[in-house]
């Protein structure tokens, strides 16, 4: 069984580019949510996919946009990049059928924005 | 305003003694919670979660202990081990844990001295 696997591990970008981040969720789960976690801070909810739909926003503004693929994997794309974007992008899986069962967490993508 | 509370941003403790890491929260909609370990350069790896109807969950040397009318929780690592040293996150959720966005607290580095 195979877990989260995010890719690139690190990515340096200039302010005003655009990223996309990809995470390959755990075999079986087909929910996938985003999370930013800046230096010295919890990891902070971007947004949820379940079925290739959003299913759930934090605060972030649509700059932050993401897709699901039929196999369940994910990507995470920011525009016009600024230089507080610069965080650890985590991704997370979920089994399906709901309940009270932990995320499982990938490594990360350490995005510095210069 | 944060609604997950780790108030401590570090702990250190003597190997084979007790590790007690705190957490308290304001939104008495959350109705499950969960805390994770995380090593550097690794994603957070999950430990131990309450549902809101139980005041404690045992798993091992970790206990999560939940409060409900303080609303504080604890985890309790005894005996606490060198490879236990890393960052705490506490999480809460009001979807059930896995289909809902994750709220966590900033974190407390946890130090096991030998």
């Known amino acids: 069984e195979t877990g989260v696997t995010q890719s690139p591990t690190h990515l340096i970008k200039t302010r005003g580019q655009q990223v996309t981040l990809r995470c390959s969720s755990q075999?079986?789960?087909?929910?996938v949510s985003w999370y930013q976690q800046a230096l010295g801070q919890g990891p902070q909810f971007i947004f949820q996919?379940?079925?290739?739909?959003?299913?759930g926003r934090g605060n972030f503004p649509p700059r932050f946009s993401g897709l699901q693929f039929p196999n369940y994997s994910s990507e995470l794309n920011v525009n016009a990049l600024e230089l507080d974007d610069s965080a650890l992008y985590l991704c997370?899986?979920?089994?399906?059928?709901?309940?009270?069962?932990?995320?499982?967490f990938g490594q990360g993508t350490r995005l510095t924005v210069v | 305003d944060q609604q997950v509370k780790q108030n401590s941003p570090s702990l250190s403790v003597q190997e084979g003694r007790i590790s007690i890491l705190n957490c308290d929260y304001t939104?008495?909609?959350?109705?499950?919670f969960l805390w994770y370990k995380k090593y550097p350069a690794e994603g957070p790896t999950f430990l131990i979660s309450?549902?809101?109807?139980?005041d404690k969950n045992e798993d091992g040397r970790f206990t999560v202990f939940l409060n409900k009318s303080a609303k504080h929780l604890s985890l309790h690592i005894v005996p606490s081990q060198p490879g236990d040293s890393a960052v705490y996150f506490c999480?809460?959720?009001?979807?059930?844990?896995?289909?809902?966005?994750?709220?966590f607290g900033k974190g407390t580095k946890l130090s096991v001295k030998p």
């Open positions: 999480a809460a959720s009001d979807y059930g844990g896995s289909q809902g966005n994750l709220i």
């Open positions: 075999s079986g789960h087909n929910t």
């Open positions: 309450i549902s809101s109807i139980k």
């Open positions: 997370a899986s979920s089994p399906p059928g709901g309940g009270n069962t932990e995320a499982f």
């Open positions: 996919y379940y079925r290739e739909e959003e299913n």
């Open positions: 939104n008495s909609m959350f109705d499950y």
